[in-house]
């Protein structure tokens, strides 16, 4: 069974960055399509950005895409989440997660069966 833990939030700035890595233990790591989930304050957890198992392939909340990047190393077993030009309304509890289901369901929180304790990003305006 994988375990993932999450590393790299904090505060920031409006218009700055952040990189946020998502270590797993486990030697299954490649076999899952990951993703990385969010929640705000008061709100529910939403999807922001997803990753085959391969790599070859990512997806992206509306929200984020072109200023978020989704990467990993399966040898280093760690998936990364680029965050660039941060907005006071990215601040949340960010959380990696595993899913062996299809890439269909890459935007399905309850297809995720594997989750991280999460990372408070906080960006300033």
């Known amino acids: 069974q994988v375990q993932l833990v999450e590393s790299g939030g904090g505060l920031v700035q409006a218009g700055g960055s952040l990189r946020l890595s998502c270590a797993a233990s486990?030697?299954?790591?490649?076999?899952?399509?990951m993703g990385w989930f969010r929640q705000a304050p008061g709100k529910e957890r939403e999807f922001v950005a997803a990753?085959?198992?391969?790599?070859?392939?990512?997806d992206y909340a509306d929200s984020v895409k072109g200023r978020f990047t989704v990467s990993r190393d399966n040898v280093k077993n760690t998936m990364y989440l680029q965050m660039e030009a941060l907005k006071p309304e990215d601040t949340a509890v960010y959380f990696c997660?595993?899913?062996?289901?299809?890439?269909?369901?890459?935007?399905?929180?309850?297809?995720?069966?594997?989750w991280g304790q999460g990372t408070q990003v906080t960006v300033s305006s």
């Open positions: 990753i085959t198992w391969s790599g070859g392939t990512t």
């Open positions: 486990g030697r299954t790591f490649g076999a899952y399509n």
């Open positions: 997660a595993a899913t062996g289901s299809s890439w269909f369901e890459k935007r399905t929180e309850s297809r995720y069966n594997i």
